[in-house]
């Protein structure tokens, strides 16, 4: 929780005005590749969240960001921050 | 496919007392004396048992009383972690990235303690602290010895291509285990485990200790081939299974962007049986509880066991196909 707060405090928006990835009803790696999908194609610095019901995107999200060098954060049982710190 | 002689002798029943009965007592008693000389216990600690599942509630629970703490780990196998459910006082110990277990000591406790996980091939590095610990050495077989204090231990025969339905629990006589079965009499295990399967069981052992002499830098080699041209090749590849393991014909990694399922089948159309800790089917929601409990990638997941006969030339084919697959299945 404490990574968020500096990463709040950079967004203009809210977390609740972020894209939303909606992989709700998808099965791994689908989520995962939504997000990477999205992301790659915006700036350094772009936040979005991920909604996702399957039970893999929680540690799968964490996996990915480490492996990849970007951010993610579980917010909700089916809700995740994800934030593009690295062109991957 | 023929019967072996064994199981027609194995037919009296070896406490009869017939001439037929009294051998088969004495090649059931050689039996595991074998075993119990490749595991490093006492022969008279060993009882044989045709369910390992039975034998995590009789390992366990038999330690156990209604109120004392139970501590288990994130990386144990279900049964485990359901005797943990179903007790008051227990607590699921948390594993490090590498798969140790991070203990709490409670001088108190009873430890269920994983020698070796057969998913990744973590093997526990450092020793267990508890009052009463039961060791779960059904991955680990003849490869690793107890700790010092170990109360209770389970094997599985399969460890060293032996037959299924072959268990071995050694209950420690300073333990103060009791038989949390109904019972009225003192025997450890309710009985009916197959002569002819233990004796089997017995000659496995004696063949895998000797093949392993010969064949474990193989596999050692294999496991640090296969895990180079991968890193080398193939892009965003999480290992499980940590560099230079204690129980290298494991091999657990996975692919980020595939899908575990897609990639088993694929695989097997090409000649290679793998398995896979991944959920991406409908029959299993929930991935690998082990690779989460790591904090490693559960999608895309692949486990590879590397066999005492493996030859380099599948060693080549397997490779190629993953690189070939992988590159398919991500488009």
Same mark, same amino acid.
């Given at each position: 929780m404490g990574y968020l707060t500096p990463l709040r405090n950079a967004l203009p928006n809210s977390v609740a005005e972020l894209p939303v990835i909606d992989s709700i009803g998808t099965r791994c790696p689908q989520p995962i590749i939504d997000a990477a999908r999205f992301l790659r194609t915006q700036p350094i610095g772009t936040a979005a969240i991920l909604l996702s019901d399957d039970p893999a995107t929680a540690p799968d999200i964490l996996a990915w960001a480490r492996m990849t060098h970007n951010y993610s954060e579980q917010l909700e049982p089916a809700k995740f921050l994800v934030r593009k710190e690295s062109d991957f | 496919m023929a019967i072996p002689p064994i199981f027609e002798q194995a037919?009296?029943?070896?406490?009869?007392?017939?001439a037929e009965a009294r051998g088969l007592a004495i090649l059931r008693n050689e039996a595991i004396a074998t075993i119990a000389g490749h595991l490093g216990v006492?022969?008279?600690w060993l009882h044989v048992l045709g369910e390992t599942n039975l034998g995590f509630y009789l390992g366990l629970q038999g330690l156990l009383s209604p109120t004392q703490p139970l501590q288990v780990s994130a990386i144990d196998r279900q049964e485990i972690l359901a005797i943990a459910d179903s007790h008051s006082n227990s607590e699921i110990l948390s594993v490090s990235p590498e798969g140790q277990i991070l203990q709490n000591p409670d001088a108190q406790a009873v430890l269920s303690w994983q020698?070796?996980?057969?998913?990744?091939g973590v093997a526990q590095q450092s020793a267990p602290i508890a009052k009463s610990i039961f060791v779960d050495a059904t991955h680990t077989g003849a490869r690793l010895s107890l700790p010092q204090n170990w109360s209770t231990a389970l094997w599985d025969s399969r460890n060293w291509a032996g037959p299924e339905g072959v268990s071995i629990l050694a209950v420690h006589?300073?333990?103060?285990?009791?038989?949390?079965?109904?019972?009225?009499?003192?025997?450890?295990v309710p009985g009916g485990s197959s002569t002819g399967l233990l004796i089997a069981s017995a000659l496995a052992i004696d063949s895998w200790v000797a093949d392993e002499k010969i064949q474990g830098a193989m596999i050692s080699q294999v496991h640090q081939r296969i895990r180079g041209y991968i890193s080398e090749r193939i892009a965003d590849v999480d290992f499980a299974t940590p560099e230079n393991p204690s129980m290298p014909h494991l091999l657990s990694l996975s692919f980020l962007y595939v899908d575990g399922e897609q990639l088993l089948n694929a695989l097997l159309a090409k000649g290679f049986a793998v398995d896979s800790g991944s =959920?991406?089917?409908? =029959?299993?929601?929930?991935?690998s509880h082990v690779l989460a409990a790591m904090g490693k990638?559960?999608?895309g997941n692949i486990r590879l066991t590397i066999h005492h006969t493996v030859t380099p030339e599948e060693v080549d084919g397997l490779l190629n196909a993953i690189e070939e697959c992988v590159a398919e299945l991500r488009g």
């Open positions: - | 037919w009296p029943g070896y406490s009869k007392l017939s006492e022969p008279d020698l070796g996980n057969g998913e990744t006589p300073n333990s103060g285990w009791r038989n949390p079965l109904p019972h009225n009499d003192n025997r450890v =959920a991406c089917n409908a =029959a299993n929601l929930e991935p990638l559960t999608q």
